[in-house]
């Protein structure tokens, strides 16, 4: 699943991951594509895995902590 969202909404989006701001990246996923919560959760954690791998960097926690208040 692509999604159609433009570069202005993945790097608010990006910002989101890197803060550890989930739920905010998941409502711009949504409210770019209009898919649902699970599907939005998807497409965060697949970005999630390729910014994780790209920048380790620009994380603060281990990637159990920072999913670790997310329930799904």
Request: charged fraction near 20%; glycine fraction near 2%; aromatic fraction near 10%.
């Amino acid at each position: 699943m692509t999604p159609s969202i433009t570069a202005e909404q993945w790097q608010v989006i990006d910002s989101a991951i890197f803060a550890q701001q989930i739920l905010h990246a998941i409502m711009v996923i949504r409210a770019a594509t209009g898919m649902g919560v699970k599907d939005s959760l998807e497409v965060l954690n697949n970005r999630y895995v390729n910014l994780r791998a790209q920048s380790p960097e620009r994380f603060n926690c281990t990637h159990d902590e920072y999913w670790a208040d997310c329930y799904s």
